[in-house]
């Protein structure tokens, strides 16, 4: 079978995708081994809601219509919101389809799927930044008698035996899952290492608003001081509720979480945590006020002091004085690994990744020619990992794309780019 | 009218340190680095540790010249006080790593240093060592680091320097987490 571009991955960054290649007139092919929306069908817990208010959520072409805009999406209403998407699209998706490999051909690629074989001149990578969850390496050394969960298997706390449960990682699911465990009852301590605290609400507008109006999520990554630290930057400790609630540190304490550190080891039925948690508080709490003084010069910048609360900064992160550096992993019956996700290249035989395993590109231009990667952290801003953020990488990248098909042009017989 | 202002100099050569990072980022064998220290033992508590070589970069490498430290225990633990008590030299040891990092974080911030004082205090219940207490440890229950930093920054820029030294402080990582150490005998 022969196209002339085959994106991987039918989520939000495929579909943007798909939608601008239409617009270019670009013949291709949406691959998903799935269903559209498939990892967020079957890789999320039930409680979740986007992190970004229902406005924000735009794709290009399509934004939301409903009566809630500053709302955020359940996951029944994201997996709909997607698939009416690629409705209105007419994206060519063609759904249980799995990848196998993608590799060079004589005069392109050839990406093999267990349903055929097809020949193109462009790659599309949309298959996520979140496909296998970390899980570091101490977790070998725990008892036999302690279940371990992953976010990407975690539903809800129903699942899990009675008992304590130590949560690992303090970012947007660590925190959303250590809240929800804690409440059903089971007494939950959070370990925690580095994560990035700010509030829903500030001055009386969401987060994400000022975030947005003010630029910072148009930060370019070639502008960045260190683009390889921003693109690991964990995601922010937010949640996404009818409340607008905090979900920071503070407010989990309150509710009687006990906080420890980084873990770092376990030894002996012992979980041993890291005395770096002063630290990575003070750190957040220092970024966070970092945040909000760019977010205040902006507003005073554009007279909006008025219109809006009156600047404030939120309590410092409450650590105790000598936070326990061990727990005895006999009142731990579960611990959910909330230490992030990695993507899944196994099925790129192509000479693009790192020695860390992550593809080379300069903002989403892989170094193969016509391979394109997109829906990554900070990909080229930092709305890149934002499903608000797919449009504009998918816009350029699809210019850029256009340009090395008609370059390709001069190649008789390869180009399949329709009029 | 015009000012003039002087580059930021702490003396810390960050564009050298840059560019180690991108070289090692292609190259992460050469940025296996093995430290040593020998310890003879003098007399009493008194002991000499000497550094001088160390590996890194692919091959063995040399301090300018060897360094000798004299450890030993003060006359109230009826020592001859020859030198620091070892844990002191581990607070010192965390200190200077502290230290350093924070000129090379400022530096590399463009933030002047003009003066830099740690002065640290590590608590300890001796009933550990003494074998009095076996619930007792024989390590420091915590330690406090507190700066006196004059900078040309704001209270806030001065803190996230200090706050980013830690985040990629060696000592710093050795004292608050856990390292395995074996000990052989020839």
């Not at chain 2, 008194?46 to 030993?72: C, I, M, N, P, W």
């Not at chain 2, 001859?80 to 010192?92: C, I, K």
């Amino acid at each position: 079978m022969r196209t002339s571009t085959v994106v991987l991955g039918a989520g939000h960054a495929g579909l943007a995708m798909s939608r601008c290649l239409t617009e270019r007139s670009i013949d291709h092919v949406v691959l998903e081994r799935g269903e559209v929306a498939n990892t967020w069908k079957t890789e999320r817990w039930d409680s979740l809601r986007l992190l970004t208010p229902n406005w924000l959520s735009r794709l290009p072409g399509y934004g939301y219509e409903g009566d809630d805009p500053d709302g955020f999406r359940t996951m029944p209403e994201t997996i709909a919101f997607l698939e009416r998407y690629a409705e209105v699209i007419s994206a060519p998706v063609l759904t249980g389809t799995t990848v196998t490999s993608v590799r060079r051909a004589l005069d392109g690629y050839e990406v093999v799927t267990d349903r055929g074989t097809w020949r193109c001149q462009a790659v599309v990578i949309a298959t996520g930044a979140c496909n296998i969850p970390n899980v570091p390496a101490v977790a070998e050394a725990l008892p036999s008698g302690i279940d371990t969960v992953t976010p990407k298997d975690y539903r809800n706390p129903d699942q899990l035996e009675q008992g304590g449960v130590l949560v690992v990682g303090a970012s947007a699911s660590g925190a959303q899952i250590a809240e929800e465990i804690h409440r059903s009852g089971r007494p939950v301590t959070l370990a925690v290492g580095e994560h990035i605290r700010v509030p829903r609400v500030y001055r009386g507008r969401d987060i994400k608003w000022w975030m947005d109006a003010a630029g910072v999520l148009d930060d370019r990554y070639d502008e960045v001081d260190n683009v390889v630290r921003v693109r690991n930057v964990p995601s922010l400790q937010l949640v996404g509720s009818e409340d607008r609630r905090n979900l920071d540190l503070n407010r989990l304490t309150d509710i009687g979480i006990k906080l420890v550190g980084r873990l770092v080891g376990v030894q002996n039925g012992k979980a041993q945590f890291s005395g770096s948690l002063p630290n990575q508080c003070a750190m957040s709490d220092l970024k966070m006020n970092r945040l909000l003084d760019r977010i205040d010069e902006w507003a005073t910048e554009n007279a909006l002091d008025g219109e809006v609360d009156a600047p404030h900064r939120f309590e410092p992160t409450r650590v105790e004085a000598s936070p326990p550096l061990g727990v005895d992993l006999g009142g731990i019956r579960t611990v959910l690994w909330a230490t992030g996700y990695r993507p899944d290249y196994s099925w790129l035989d192509l000479e693009v990744l790192d020695l860390r395993g992550r593809i080379r590109h300069d903002g989403g231009v892989v170094e193969s020619p016509g391979v394109y990667l997109l829906g990554m952290p900070f990909l080229r801003t930092r709305k890149s990992s934002l499903i608000d953020g797919a449009g504009d990488d998918a816009r350029f990248l699809s210019g850029h794309l256009a340009a090395y098909l008609d370059s390709t042009i001069a190649r008789p017989g390869l180009a399949l780019r329709s009029a | 009218m015009s000012t003039v202002t002087s580059p930021v100099d702490n003396g810390v050569n960050v564009e050298a340190l840059l560019g180690a990072r991108e070289a090692l980022t292609a190259m992460p064998e050469a940025a296996q680095f093995t430290w040593r220290a020998t310890c003879e033992w003098v007399n009493g508590t008194h002991s000499r540790s000497r550094v001088e070589g160390f590996f890194g970069l692919g091959e063995e490498q040399k301090h300018r010249t060897e360094f000798t430290y004299d450890a030993d225990h003060p006359e109230i633990f009826a020592s001859e006080d020859h030198g620091a008590t070892p844990v002191e030299l581990v607070l010192a040891g965390l200190a200077s790593c502290l230290t350093a990092g924070v000129a090379s974080v400022a530096q590399n911030r463009d933030i002047q240093l003009n003066s830099v004082t740690a002065t640290l205090e590590g608590g300890m219940d001796i009933q550990g060592i003494l074998g009095i207490d076996p619930d007792v440890r024989n390590g420091f229950s915590g330690i406090k680091v507190t700066y006196d930093i004059d900078a040309d920054a704001t209270p806030e820029e001065i803190r996230a320097v200090v706050a980013q030294s830690q985040k990629r402080s060696a000592v710093y990582d050795v004292i608050t987490n856990p390292t395995n150490v074996t000990v052989e005998v020839n």
